[in-house]
């Protein structure tokens, strides 16, 4: 499986992390299912322009420039963010992480493979993809005959067709940039859409199972790496399965990280959120439905979530089985193995939680949480005197004796066991 990965100029906003958060439990429920999955992501750090129709700056160059730093500086510190969010979310990390300024030699060779098939023409800014001679360009989009959605215009300059894309770009003063290579054709950096081609080959082979993406990868990055790549392979379809995640919107607007963005993951812990209380709100709708964000959503998202946890915690205490129940685990698995139906599934987890006869609670809440990854499951196998120092310390805290209060803390820290205090209460972690 390979998840076209950010572009880092700036911070990822709740929107893009929607999708990373689509991509990682389509991979759990893969996961669950059995199957073994090699998961490749990259980080896209130079070539990405301002507008998707290969005009305007270089986004990584430009953010070099405005905040005084080099693009290297600006892509470690955007992707170092990145992913500290992704852990926060409880997203699995890929098998693979790629950078496109680290594989422009791949990127080069499968440029040189589409120009041996005839596939290219050269322009005055770069090396450019004719799309007008592959019959079935646009496929995966839908596109109309000249591959155009209405309405859309699309500066041309020396291009043969609107739907032109380039796979090199020169640049225009060698030595103005950063990041510049060269190449048989010119000083200059490989087009967006090269990377994710040549990148997703390496690893996964000329042809592999599953590709993803935000819903608005369709109808140019996708539909282009698929041409470039069904030349270069001659294989069809390059990739069996794609699936895309429907934008999050707020009041009714796509967000945009180019328009300024939304909210970061940073700012919204900032607010009193919880990261998981979000990933939460996303499971909530149906991936390839729009999903409207708000505050006020979000903080009764956050309710339910504490809610459901405090329940659970409940649930551990009392109860003993550690057998599964098979009748609610079956209803769970149809609704994540029909089109990863999450908020269904979530209805069935309140639904077990909230059954005062059902039996196997626990275990059966467990195996969900492999796919929800909502930390559900309280941390168990404490010993019994740190649960009962842990307590003490709460009752103290409660009577505003910090003092005795940081004693117990430095005791439990002899006997090996850290403890946090979050809104959800004292968390305890065994040192490693
Ligand atoms: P970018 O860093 O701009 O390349 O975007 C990273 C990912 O976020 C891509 O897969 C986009 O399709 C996706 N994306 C961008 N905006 C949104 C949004 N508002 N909702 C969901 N996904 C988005
Ligand atoms: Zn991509």
Request: proline letters at 18%.
């Given at each position: 499986m390979y998840s076209c990965g950010p572009t880092v100029y700036w911070y990822q906003h709740i929107g893009n992390l929607r999708t990373y958060i689509f991509v990682d439990i389509l991979k759990r429920v893969l996961l669950y299912n059995g199957y073994e999955v090699t998961h490749v992501m990259n980080i896209t750090d130079v070539g990405h322009l301002t507008s998707d129709a290969d005009t305007g700056e270089d986004k990584i160059e430009l953010a070099a420039k405005r905040e005084g730093k080099s693009a290297k500086e600006i892509a470690e510190y955007y992707t170092k963010v990145f992913m500290e969010d992704l852990k926060k979310l409880n997203i699995l990390p890929p098998t693979i992480w790629c950078k496109a300024s680290e594989h422009i030699k791949e990127q080069i060779e499968l440029i040189k493979k589409i120009e041996e098939k005839g596939f290219t023409y050269r322009t005055s800014d770069g090396i450019y993809f004719d799309t007008s001679k592959l019959e079935d360009y646009g496929k995966l989009a839908r596109l109309k005959k000249k591959g155009l959605l209405p309405g859309k215009r699309v500066?041309?300059?020396?291009?043969?067709?609107?739907?032109d894309f380039a796979l090199w770009k020169f640049s225009?003063?060698?030595?103005?940039?950063?990041q510049e290579w060269e190449s048989p054709w010119g000083i200059g950096y490989p087009g967006w859409h090269i990377e994710c081609s040549a990148m997703s080959s390496k690893y996964l082979g000329e042809q592999f199972d599953i590709h993803t993406g935000g819903e608005d990868h369709i109808h140019i990055h996708h539909t282009n790496e698929i041409a470039q790549s069904e030349v270069a392979f001659?294989?069809?379809?390059?990739?069996r399965y794609w699936l895309h995640a429907r934008f999050l919107t707020f009041k009714g607007e796509k967000i945009s990280k180019s328009k300024g963005g939304l909210y970061t993951l940073s700012e919204l812990e900032q607010m009193g959120f919880h990261p998981l209380a979000y990933r939460y709100f996303v499971l909530s709708a149906h991936y390839r439905k729009l999903l409207d964000f708000s505050i006020e959503k979000l903080k009764e998202t956050q309710e339910a979530y504490l809610k459901i946890k405090s329940l659970i915690f409940e649930i551990a205490t009392k109860e003993k089985s550690e057998k599964i129940n098979k009748k609610y685990l079956k209803e769970f698995e149809r609704f994540i193995n029909d089109d990863l139906n999450t908020p269904k599934a979530l209805q069935i987890l309140w639904k077990l939680v909230r059954d005062k006869k059902a039996k196997g609670k626990l275990a059966t809440i467990k195996e969900m949480d492999k796919v929800f990854g909502l930390n559900l499951i309280p941390e168990t196998k404490i010993p019994e005197d740190v649960k009962r120092l842990v307590e003490k310390r709460e009752i103290l805290r409660n009577e505003k004796k910090f003092d005795e209060a940081d004693k117990i803390r430095e005791e439990l820290k002899r006997m090996g066991y850290i403890i946090e205090d979050t809104r959800e209460g004292p968390k305890i972690k065994k040192i490693e």
């Open positions: 500066p041309m300059k020396e291009k043969r067709n609107p739907t225009e003063k060698p030595g103005i940039r950063q001659g294989k069809k379809p390059w990739v």
